[in-house]
């Protein structure tokens, strides 16, 4: 059984992107080793919704995630998509159950506020691990939408000062952090 993982950056301030969705700003925070590679080697599959995925595209000449299976959530893409990505357009209560039944590693919900909020709403994530950039943006792509039931919180597994003053916060949801409500 798959578990599903959210990983993102986030401002000081709370935002994944400034207002026009970029990612510029972390630029300058890209040397610093937060231990993606061990991250991404416990990764079989990457979920994206549309907007993270054509933002993939734009931020590299090649598909980013070789060798990982790779779902896409969306209603108005069509087939084919870049690297072997697979589209899915049904809900997300079946997709949290596809994705948990999945072999070959755990599962990353890459990117997106609104497609990892929507999970947690969901009680479909089981962790997330948030990097705390010290970087003001002032406004922007919020990390979370609002509407997330208050009574699914994350509680707090660990935390790591990383270089260059950032922090990653280890979050659980649920007891045993295998998500928060049943499916």
Same mark, same amino acid.
């Given at each position: ?11 000081? /301030?709370?935002?994944?992107? /400034? ?9 300058? @925070? ?8 061990? @991250?991404?080697?416990?990764?079989? =599959? ?11 595209? =734009? ?9 990982? +299976? ?27 159950? !596809? ?27 089981? +962790? ?6 010290? !970087? ?8 979370? =939408? ?8 994350? !509680? ?16 659980? @949801? ?10």
């Amino acid at each position: 059984m798959a578990m599903i993982r959210g990983m993102m950056a986030a401002s000081l /301030d709370g935002f994944v992107a /400034d207002a026009e969705g970029g990612v510029g700003w972390l630029q300058r @925070f890209e040397a610093a080793d937060w231990g993606y590679g061990a @991250f991404l080697a416990e990764i079989g =599959t990457v979920v994206m919704g549309r907007r993270t995925y054509s933002q993939t595209l =734009t931020l590299s000449p090649d598909w980013p995630y070789p060798g990982k +299976r790779a779902l896409v959530v969306s209603r108005t893409l069509q087939q084919p998509l870049a690297g072997g990505a697979e589209l899915w357009s049904g809900g997300l209560a079946a997709l949290a159950a !596809h994705l948990r039944a999945l072999k070959g590693g755990d599962v990353w919900v890459l990117g997106g506020p609104m497609l990892q909020s929507a999970l947690i709403a969901l009680g479909a994530l089981d +962790r997330l691990e948030l990097c705390v950039v010290p !970087h003001i943006l002032g406004g922007g792509i919020a990390a979370f =939408t609002p509407g997330t039931p208050p009574e699914v919180q994350p !509680h707090l597994a660990g935390v790591r000062q990383l270089p260059l003053g950032m922090v990653m916060l280890d979050y659980r @949801f649920g007891a045993s952090g295998r998500g928060g409500r049943a499916l």
